[in-house]
């Protein structure tokens, strides 16, 4: 009877260990402890936290959808080729292949609405799009609020 109970016991003990390591692993759930962030929202000054500096995770924004871009960090790290994206909305910069200061919106200014790029331009953006899919996690949206 004794055995039985501390088996059981055992047991709950571990599953409770294997699901609080499941947990903390999610970096979903990491991000809902930093109280920067809501659920996965990002306005533009939320985002611009993760542009690798203060904040050694990094991430850009394409297309209203906010990617975990830290594994790229030779990419977007301080210093490194792609840095202007840190913790912005990449969006035009890619569609126009430019990382020109100019392809990126003022953090005070509302969303980039994408008008203005041509077709070419719109698909440039999609091809973006896809790599981004294939190599990053989406960690949430972009929005005004
Ligand atoms: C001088 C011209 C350029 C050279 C030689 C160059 C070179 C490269 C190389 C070697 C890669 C790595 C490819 C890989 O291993 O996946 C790369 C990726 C990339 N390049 Fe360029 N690039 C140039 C211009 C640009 C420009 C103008 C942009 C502006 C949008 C840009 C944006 C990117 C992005 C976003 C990536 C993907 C990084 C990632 O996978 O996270 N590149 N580039
Ligand atoms: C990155 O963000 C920090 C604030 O979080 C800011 O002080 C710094 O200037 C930013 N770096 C770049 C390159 O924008």
Redesign the pocket.
Known sequence: MITTILIVGLILLILRTVINDFRSSNPLEEQEKDETVLAGKFTPQTL??Y?????PRIFIAVKGRVFDVTQGKTFYG?GGPY??F??RDASRGLALNSFEESCLTPLDEPIDDLKGLTKEELESLENWEDHFENKYKVVGTLGNE
Do not use: H, L, T, W
Not at 51 to 55: E, F, V
């Open positions: 611009a936290k542009n690798g500096s203060d904040n301080p840095a202007n840190a913790g």
